[in-house]
């Protein structure tokens, strides 16, 4: 054997091996360490343990972990502050981060007292994290963790949420409820959705949010329950025409301008209602364009227009002479669509 020996355990699979903590950080300086920089220490802990010395720069840190690039450079000058890290250059320029043995360094007097009476996060604005903030936002990612269980939350939802923090200003709690909002709703369509299906979903909703207005809980959950009294006035109006499935997308459009561009109520939209036995959302829709074309606004308004007299004979299928012509002409028109799409196939 040879006189001077190295040694090196070969890891052939990073995400196999084993990275251990001192108890010491744990009870020391974890408790009160913000999220982000706990997660910056303990991937290059992990990268220490690797058997291989490993090139990354903080580019490659903050993809792999879901922070932007400040993130990790703050949490590297954090680390280094409390002393849990040295940061050596080289001639060359290059970087090596060197971790610290914690419990050799508190029997040797050097670290003797809790993190908390040696050094203050850094301030918020100073290029460094808001320990509060950060705080919210390891709640946040834990309380979205829970609802996946056992499986780890995907890392391209975890992007997404930081997206939503940082591009969109949504806050911590937001996030929170619109993930659970999106994840909620796709369990109840009973299909199952892939990752990237998943996150066009809460990136969908996200996007409608931000357009909204939408940055705290209470704007979320404003939007929530006006969605929520949307669905039941879509309900309510299907229930009335005899309809038992939920409305498609055209049709939550043509409703959705009765609420928002006619700005009529359910009065208004019951009494149309009442004046046709046709079960179709256009042929309704005709009647509030044309009461919104007058200029009527409430249940009074429309009582100076007489309704159409029904036939005794035949009173269930007796309309509105005009709204008939406009039923018959939108009929014509479906079944021309529905010729040029068969056409297509």
């Known amino acids: 054997m040879a006189e001077s020996l190295t040694f090196q355990y070969d890891i052939q699979i990073a995400d196999l091996g084993v990275t251990l903590v001192e108890n010491s950080f744990i009870s020391l300086y974890m408790p009160q360490m913000p999220g982000d920089v706990l997660k910056v220490y303990l991937f290059g802990l992990r990268a220490c343990?690797?058997?291989?010395?490993t090139a990354v720069d903080d580019a490659l840190i903050a993809e792999s972990l879901g922070l932007a690039e400040a993130d990790v450079a703050a949490a590297w000058q954090y680390l280094k502050k409390i002393g849990v890290i040295d940061e050596l250059t080289d001639a060359s320029g290059?970087?090596?981060?060197?971790?610290?043995?914690?419990?050799?360094?508190?029997?040797?007097g050097e670290l003797d007292t809790p993190i908390s009476d040696r050094e203050e996060p850094p301030a918020a604005g100073q290029g460094a994290p808001d320990d509060e903030r950060q705080q919210r936002i390891a709640v946040m990612f834990d309380k979205i963790q829970t609802m996946y269980g056992s499986k780890p939350m995907p890392k391209s939802v975890m992007l997404a949420c930081r997206r939503f923090l940082t591009e969109y200003g949504f806050e911590p709690e937001t996030v929170f409820d619109l993930v659970a909002h999106a994840l909620d709703a796709i369990?109840?369509?009973g299909q199952p959705f892939t990752e990237r299906q998943t996150v066009s979903y809460i990136e969908a909703i996200a996007k409608d949010w931000r357009d909204r207005g939408v940055v705290t809980y209470q704007d979320a959950e404003t939007v929530l329950r006006e969605n929520r009294e949307r669905k039941k006035a879509y309900r309510a109006i299907f229930d009335y025409l005899g309809v038992t499935r939920k409305p498609i997308g055209w049709e939550a459009e043509m409703m959705d301008a009765w609420f928002d561009d006619f700005h009529f109520d359910m009065a208004v939209i019951k009494e149309a209602l009442s004046r046709t036995t046709t079960p179709n959302v256009r042929y309704v829709n005709g009647i509030l364009k044309r009461w919104h074309e007058n200029g009527y606004k409430t249940p009074d308004d429309i009582k100076k227009e007489q309704k159409p007299r029904k036939a005794k004979?035949?009173?269930?299928?007796?309309?509105?002479?005009?709204?008939?012509?406009?039923?018959?002409?939108?009929?014509?028109?479906?079944?021309?669509?529905?010729?040029?799409?068969?056409?297509?196939?």
Do not use: C, F, H
């Open 187 to 189: 369990e109840k369509k």
């Open 94 to 108: 290059a970087t090596r981060i060197v971790y610290q043995q914690i419990a050799a360094r508190v029997l040797g």
């Open 49 to 53: 343990r690797a058997g291989k010395p």
């Open 313 to 345: 004979l035949q009173p269930e299928i007796e309309q509105d002479p005009w709204l008939s012509a406009q039923y018959d002409a939108l009929e014509a028109e479906s079944m021309a669509e529905m010729i040029e799409k068969a056409k297509g196939n």
